[in-house]
């Protein structure tokens, strides 16, 4: 009898997540293109160019609708970053002494304006001794996005040249965690039937996984993703919990972090995991969780989907 149940309810899931889907690739592309034109007609030929915060970003026009179909699965361990578009000739230039000196780990993505990722570097990969990086890219549009974990009290945003010429300066950002974590609470489990339309289908989509192909799932849930940062993600149910393992001596190797988001794709709960043994909250609402493993300085770790396992308990 249960399994006929199963069956009978994927009539009518199956047609919505595809609908859902559908409905989502849409108005991505109607956001996108919005955005793009607001974006090219202010900075047009790389003129006030600036850092924009993720908190600026959230609570700027079109700011949540974008952020719900180009990131959606948000990043709430980090403080974000944002510059371009950047029109560039051959190379961008970081002032890698100053994010050396505003945090802890520091990764720096660039991206082409198709969202893809082009290039990135980091804090574990840079001696502390440079000043300043300088990246061969092909001519195109660019958009970078920096992450700052563990951010320090005097926290700037660092000074991007293009082609050798200054075109984003450095900005202070020693405010930006406590307005972050501001917006954060305010959708804290938000809800709306727009941002469940546009995001239906994700839980449908990890929770048939095992018959779908791997890489497409990897893609749709986590459409702009760090490449120096390993992820583990499935769904849990309300009144679950979750159990993450975690090898001995890994964690000063690597920084341990969970979200977990309702059906809107909005985060109900996070936090660093910081024990070997974690148990989580008991869930309140059905949807799906996401655990960041970030690799600190130095470390090379291997395998880490071995070493990180995350289990649903009722």
């Not at 440079?130 to 660092?158: A, F, T």
């Not at 702009?224 to 000063?252: C, M, Q, S």
Request: a positive charge; proline letters at 4%.
């Amino acid at each position: 009898m249960r399994q006929f149940r199963g069956i009978l309810s994927l009539v009518w899931q199956v047609p919505l997540t595809t609908l859902s889907f559908l409905f989502y690739r849409v108005t991505r592309c109607g956001i996108r293109c919005l955005v793009r034109f607001i974006t090219k007609q202010k900075n047009a030929n790389n003129k006030d160019i600036r850092w924009v915060t993720v908190s600026e970003i959230l609570m700027g026009r079109f700011g949540l609708p974008h952020a719900m179909v180009t990131g959606p699965r948000w990043n709430c361990h980090a403080v974000l970053g944002a510059a371009g578009p950047l029109k560039v000739r051959s190379s961008i230039e970081v002032d890698i002494e100053t994010a050396n000196q505003s945090a802890r780990e520091w990764t720096l993505v660039i991206y082409d304006q198709h969202t893809e990722t082009r290039s990135f570097l980091g804090s574990r990969d840079l001696k502390s001794d440079k000043k300043s990086k300088e990246i061969q890219v092909k001519p195109g549009i660019y958009v970078l996005l920096l992450r700052y974990y563990h951010c320090h009290e005097e926290s700037r945003l660092p000074a991007i040249k293009v082609d050798g010429v200054e075109q984003v300066p450095a900005r202070n950002n020693s405010d930006e965690w406590q307005a972050y974590q501001a917006v954060l609470e305010k959708y804290r489990n938000y809800r709306g039937w727009f941002y469940y339309a546009l995001h239906y289908y994700v839980f449908n989509l990890l929770q048939w996984r095992s018959g779908l192909s791997a890489s497409f799932v990897r893609k749709e849930f986590l459409p702009v993703g760090n490449p120096e940062t390993h992820f583990l993600y499935g769904i849990a149910r309300k009144g679950e919990h979750l159990a993450v393992d975690i090898n001995p001596g890994l964690l000063d190797q690597v920084c341990v972090y969970i979200t977990f988001d309702n059906k809107h794709s909005f985060p109900v709960f996070w936090e660093e995991i910081t024990n070997e043994k974690y148990e989580s909250q008991v869930v309140p609402c059905d949807g799906y969780y996401l655990i960041r493993v970030h690799q600190k300085e130095n470390s090379d770790c291997q395998e880490l989907h071995q070493q990180v396992r995350c289990n649903v308990l009722s």
